[in-house]
């Protein structure tokens, strides 16, 4: 029965990869294209999460989590900068019209 499982996952897994690869390059716009790299990104911590599970190894747990940490930070950054009226709230613009 774990055999099963462990190869239903991997089918799932890869047939996430197809879509979001397809996602990513029919992407109609710019965001779906990050938002497809982020999935990207979440579909590879699930296979090393599987990974870890199949072979009971814990050695790539540090991997898992930088990668995690960093796939959220690009996210939030993304997120920050494709927000409506983001250029208003940026702190460190040059061209404000206080510096003419």
């Not at 009971?56 to 494709?82: H, K, Q």
């Amino acid at each position: 029965m774990t055999q099963v499982l462990i190869w239903l996952a991997i089918a799932m897994i890869s047939v996430a990869v197809v879509l979001t690869l397809w996602r990513m390059t029919t992407g109609p716009s710019t965001l779906d294209r990050i938002v497809s790299s982020d999935v990207l990104v979440s579909i590879v911590l699930v296979s090393i999460c599987l990974v870890i599970v199949v072979t009971g190894d814990t050695s790539a747990l540090p991997i898992l989590l930088v990668l995690a940490m960093v796939a959220f930070t690009g996210g939030v950054s993304v997120a920050r900068m494709l927000t409506p009226g983001a250029p208003d709230r940026q702190r460190y613009r040059r061209d404000r019209e206080e510096d003419r």
